[in-house]
């Protein structure tokens, strides 16, 4: 049987990713947009201007996930964020394990690709850990524990867990009004808060934070549309075909790390390929690198001493266990999950939060 044509080769998918991650890595480190920085600017600074641009990002992030449900482009609930079954418990444990680690180790997944595209060697390291404790815990013995103690500790709801299925459900109203309804309160609301302040309005956290979100948008675009199969003709199943999940897919900065260890390690193993996630992650270390070297920030760093070494080694641990628990980070729960208005998103989004908020109020206060 023939195999159906896709509007982009799987080449050019991978090639699409990139480019989307590019634009990803390029924009955040001319904004220095980071969700652990802008937690620690409020915690330590009180200035709320960071966390405004992830309120931006991810009411652009909203508004055009939004848009591609209602028209039809994508399904959302073909995600791994809006599946009838809420294991809450993963998504709070493992939210709050990645919030320690991410200020452990300087900064999130994300943050982790930028750094070490402008040159950290303390990245590296922590690309390095991070990618082999997510890998243990999607396939090895952290994924024991995970799977006895956490995943199965589970609500099952009887609509998916989106907002606006769970609101279309208990009210009676129909999908595309529920959506409208939703994603206009939600992008409306964040899009106010984060524009309410004149600092916003510079280019750089305006223009980088629209990218930002833009490139969720462009992510879900991708891998709902170009790379996918209404019918696959060996399952005769719908197929995501350039996914390691399966799923549909946007960017995301934990599973990907361990995806990129594995097809460096197999290479000639034809069974792998270049998926959009680790596609992604190359482009934004590339973005980034662009950037530094545009602002000649590129420069060569390496740990302070055996303590710092310490600490990104545990925070890497953390955040890949974390991250793989929670089904996320805070760009692949805090932006792609949320910009899906999932529950399950915004559980895990808080537990960063809050894990982020507790160590760094412990490290202030051993200071």
Request: proline letters at 4%; hydrophobic letters at 50%; glycine letters at 10%.
């Amino acid at each position: 049987m023939d195999t159906p044509s896709l509007p982009l080769s799987l080449p050019a998918i991978a090639w699409a990713a990139c480019a989307i991650g590019a634009l990803f890595g390029f924009a955040a480190q001319r904004s220095n947009f980071c969700t652990m920085g802008a937690v620690a600017d409020i915690v330590i600074m009180e200035d709320w201007t960071r966390m405004r641009m992830w309120a931006l990002a991810l009411a652009v992030a909203i508004a055009g996930t939004s848009g591609l449900q209602v028209a039809g482009i994508v399904d959302v609930h073909d995600s791994i964020y809006a599946g009838q079954r809420l294991p809450w418990l993963s998504h709070l444990v493992g939210g709050l394990l990645f919030g320690v680690g991410m200020t452990l180790a300087s900064g999130c997944g994300a943050k982790t690709l930028l750094r070490l595209g402008s040159g950290n060697l303390k990245s590296l390291v922590v690309f390095a850990f991070l990618g082999l404790s997510a890998y243990m815990t999607l396939r090895g013995v952290f994924g024991g524990w995970r799977s006895a103690w956490l995943d199965p500790v589970a609500i099952q709801l009887d609509t998916s867990q989106d907002l606006p299925s769970l609101l279309a459900a208990r009210f009676s109203l129909d999908s595309r009004s529920a959506w409208l309804a939703c994603s206009t309160v939600a992008a409306g609301s964040l899009g106010l808060f984060a524009l309410s302040e004149r600092a916003m309005w510079r280019p750089a956290p305006l223009f980088g934070s629209s990218l930002i979100g833009s490139c969720i948008v462009a992510g879900w675009y991708l891998s709902g549309h170009l790379a996918y199969l209404p019918e696959d003709p060996e399952t005769l199943q719908p197929a995501f075909l350039a996914t390691n999940s399966g799923h549909l897919e946007s960017l995301s900065f934990v599973a990907p790390y361990a995806y990129s260890l594995d097809l460096l390690m197999l290479w000639t193993d034809t069974s792998r390929s270049v998926t959009i996630g680790i596609a992604l992650t190359v482009g934004v270390i590339l973005g980034s690198l662009l950037a530094a070297i545009a602002t000649r920030s590129f420069r060569i760093e390496s740990f302070r001493d055996a303590p710092d070494l310490a600490r990104h080694l545990a925070g890497a641990v953390l955040m890949g266990v974390g991250g793989v628990t929670a089904l996320g980070c805070t760009v692949g729960q805090g932006l792609s999950g949320l910009s899906t208005l999932s529950l399950g998103s915004l559980l895990t989004t808080a537990a960063i939060i809050g894990g982020a908020t507790l160590s760094l109020w412990i490290q202030l206060k051993n200071s």
